[in-house]
Structure formats: C-alpha cells, structure tokens
T-cell receptor
Framework: ETGVTQSPTHLIKTRGQQVTLRCSSQ?????VSWYQQALGQGPQFIFQ???????GRGNFPPRFSGLQFPNYSSELNVNALELDDSALYLC?????????????FGPGTRLLVL | QQQVKQSPQSLIVQKGGISIINCAYE??????FPWYQQFPGKGPALLIA?????SEKKEGRFTISFNKSAKQFSLHIMDSQPGDSATYFC???????????FGSGTRLSIRP
C-alpha cells in the first residue's frame, strides 16, 4: 500500500453539479498528479501540481481545476458535471527531481454522475 | 492519439504458465517505461520499470523485455499464480514531462 489517501471513496452527483475530491500525498512527496480512469480504460492525465502551482495539464476542459496546499495535499474540482465525468479519479504523488519521478497512486474516488 | 498500444485486451493463463503482455510506443523521447498492476477497487500499483538503455530487467517472477529499435516492450510473468489475476497497464514517460501515458490495459486471469 502506498501512503497516498483519497476522499471520499465514492460519490454520486447529478449533472450540472460541482464536486471536490481530496488527496493527501505520501510522506516526503511534494508533487501531486490527478488522473481520470473511465471504466475499462487506462488512466488519463488531468494535471499535476508542484509547489502549489499547476505543472502540466492534459486534454481536459477548464471546468477541471485543482489546488495544492502548503502541506502538499491537493484538491480536484469539477464544475458543471457531465454524465461522461463518471469515472475513477486517481491521485498520484511523487518527489519532483527524483529519477524519472515514479508516481505512487492512491485508491481513487469513484464518481457517478446521474 | 494513442501513444502506447497494449495487447492483448484480455488473457487467460493456466496456473504455473507464462503470461506475456505486449506494448508498443511511438514517441522516441520516452525514457521511462513502468508497468502497473491494478486490482478491482484499487489504484494502480507500480510493479516494475525499465529504462531504454537496458534490454531486460527481472524482479522475482516479473521480467520486462525491451526492444528499442522496434519500439516495443513486454511483461513476462513466470510461474503465474491465481493471485496475479489483475489488470496490467504498460506506460511511458519522458523526463521533462509531468504525465505518465498509459496503455489501455490487459485483464489477466490465472486459472487454478
């Protein structure tokens, strides 16, 4: 088990609502990445936060936004939820500057949009 | 654009057999190739990883074979066990980028 924790574990929302997901990184890690994993597919990179700033973004619209806090924990916010946002949202922590930045994943938050 | 292609989509192997999962990549700038194992309801867990300057890496029953010229790499699981039943993802990354690019996954089932 990695030391990455995520909350909540499951969440049900309706279309148009907003959601906030939370992640605590592994001890000693200062970088957090977020991924979306649709059912039966590989994780897709949303964005990464390092030193409280966005450090790379995948092909996701602006209604996906994030924050990183001084203790390196992070939030993923999704506005105006759509049915296709239903997925497992994974947080991964890493140590910037470590060799090729191995990323360690949390258990994920399962989001269902109705 | 699928930068990492993985096959097969699903695989059934008898206990004690060898499981083989293949991946191909397009971007020659990739310099780190991890494999992740994911059990239902869990996040992906790093299994083993390789750099392109090495042709093979072995950790216990798990071996990565890497063919730089063909831009292909594969995972071999020797003496496959029922506990190995999971979904396996190959992935690729380059040092200057923040994201890991995953393959589409292989669902492996080991028959007792």
């Amino acid at each position: 088990e990695t030391g990455v924790t995520q909350s909540p574990t499951h969440l049900i929302k309706t279309r148009g609502q907003q959601v906030t997901l939370r992640c605590s990184s592994q001890s000693g890690h200062n970088t957090v990445s977020w991924y979306q994993q649709a059912l039966g597919q590989g994780p897709q990179f949303i964005f990464q936060y390092y030193r409280e700033e966005e450090n790379g973004r995948g092909n996701f619209p602006p209604r996906f936004s994030g924050l990183q806090f001084p203790n390196y924990s992070s939030e993923l916010n999704v506005n105006a939820l759509e049915l296709d946002d239903s997925a497992l949202y994974l947080c991964a922590s890493s140590l910037e500057g470590s060799f090729r930045e191995t990323q360690y994943f949390g258990p994920g938050t399962r989001l269902l949009v109705l | 654009q699928q930068q990492v292609k993985q096959s097969p989509q699903s695989l059934i192997v008898q206990k004690g057999g060898i499981s083989i999962i293949n991946c191909a990549y397009e971007n020659t700038a990739f310099d780190y190739f991890p494999w992740y194992q994911q059990f239902p309801g869990k996040g992906p867990a790093l299994l083993i990883a390789i750099r392109p300057d090495v042709s093979e890496k072995k950790e216990g029953r798990f071996t990565i074979s890497f063919n730089k010229s063909a831009k292909q790499f594969s995972l071999h699981i020797m003496d496959s066990q029922p506990g190995d039943s999971a979904t396996y993802f190959c992935a690729a990354k380059y040092s200057s980028a923040s994201k890991i690019i995953f393959g589409s996954g292989t669902r492996l089932s080991i028959r007792p």
